[in-house]
């Protein structure tokens, strides 16, 4: 019963240690910085014909991600960056305390 436990256990850590997350590569060409975008992240996004959108993303394949039920090629987006909820709600927040 002992063996059994464990053999679970050490099977349990290797299966989280070898999986693998779908991550956006963002490089700022002039900075030389790397940003990382994990998928079902919240992101805000502006397209280059001005189109904006912001939600969840999830990576459809190397050239298209898909916000909100949206599919976005990666050269169609001009501008993207992190949109964490906290921030989200104390933005919103905040403005409708002044209005």
Known sequence: MK?????????LICQNS???E???????QTLNKEVLL???RRVKL???LGE???????????NTIEVNG???GL?????????????TILVKANFSTWV
């Not at 904006?52 to 190397?62: D, R, T, V, W």
Request: overall charge positive; some cysteine; aromatic content about 4%.
């Open 75 to 87: 050269n169609e987006i001009s501008i993207i960056r992190k949109n964490p909820l906290a921030l």
């Open 70 to 72: 949206t599919i976005i």
């Open 3 to 11: 063996t059994l436990v464990l053999i679970l256990l050490f099977v």
């Open 18 to 20: 070898l999986c693998q």
């Open 22 to 28: 779908k991550v956006l590569s963002i490089v700022n």
């Open 38 to 40: 994990k998928e079902h």
């Open 46 to 48: 502006v397209t280059k």
């Open 52 to 62: 904006k959108l912001e939600g969840k993303f999830s990576i459809l394949n190397s």
